[in-house]
């Protein structure tokens, strides 16, 4: 079985601070994808990322970085000089190879951006 | 393009009664997948469909019923609602099943059983 988990439930910082995002997940296969996604008030769930299991490099989109390491179960995700529209619930996420289009969801992180 | 639209967007029901839910894809998507949010569970996978047939099942009892039309649209029922069946119901949609990219959510129905 597949596990993901974020233990920050909740992080307030002030605009421009930078904050990191963590996930650990759990998984016996050896080829998975990794995704994170952020969901805004208005409920949808909006794609961020989404990295494989033997792409270990990390990325950076702007303001937006992720950190994968198949050695710690870890991909953190880092969103600097955070803004106040950065503020929603991010979940990162994990599908295995044999399971279709199913996602499991960590419990995500509420992240508020204070002006 | 339009993005995956989800019917009705808000609902109240009451014990016992069912509902149905609506889940347009985008354009040329034939996966759909269906998730359950709660505060208490998190996001949690109900099903998913490719062409018509039901690829995958989550844990949960059979009052979660499901279907996709030809067109690739899809209804989700739920019979004999209790309490703990309020949530966001998310829908979400992909070219195909397995798909290697990412899954393209609609902003869902948001039932409440009283």
């Known amino acids: 079985a597949q596990k993901v988990t974020q233990a920050q439930t909740e992080i307030s910082v002030v605009e421009k601070e930078d904050v990191t995002l963590d996930c650990v997940y759990e998984?016996?296969?050896?080829?998975?994808?990794l995704f994170w996604y952020k969901q805004p008030p208005s409920g949808e769930l909006v794609f961020l990322i989404r990295?494989?299991?033997?792409?270990?490099q990390n990325e950076i989109s702007g303001r937006y970085s992720w950190n994968f390491q198949k050695s710690t179960s870890s991909f953190n995700f880092t969103i600097t000089a955070s803004q106040v529209v950065d503020s929603a619930v991010y979940f990162c996420?994990?599908?295995?190879?044999?399971?279709?289009?199913?996602?499991?969801f960590g419990g995500g992180t509420r992240l508020m951006v204070k002006p | 393009k339009a993005g995956v639209t989800q019917t009705p967007r808000y609902l109240i029901k009451t014990r016992g009664q069912q509902v149905t839910l609506s889940c347009s894809p985008i354009?040329?998507?034939?996966?759909v997948s269906w998730y359950q949010q709660t505060p208490g569970q998190g996001l949690q996978f109900l099903f998913e469909?490719?062409?018509?047939?039901?690829?995958n099942k989550g844990n949960f009892p059979g009052r979660f019923s499901g279907r996709q039309f030809s067109n690739s649209r899809s209804e989700m029922n739920v019979s004999t609602l209790e309490l703990g069946d309020s949530a966001l119901y998310l829908c979400?949609?992909?070219?195909?099943?397995?798909?290697?990219?990412?899954?393209?959510f609609g902003e869902g129905s948001r039932l409440t059983v009283l």
């Open positions: 979400a949609s992909s070219l195909r099943l397995p798909n290697t990219g990412e899954l393209f």
């Open positions: 998984t016996r296969d050896t080829t998975y994808y």
């Open positions: 990295r494989n299991s033997f792409d270990e």
């Open positions: 996420a994990l599908r295995v190879n044999n399971a279709g289009n199913m996602l499991t």
């Open positions: 354009s040329g998507h034939r996966s």
């Open positions: 469909y490719f062409s018509e047939t039901q690829r």
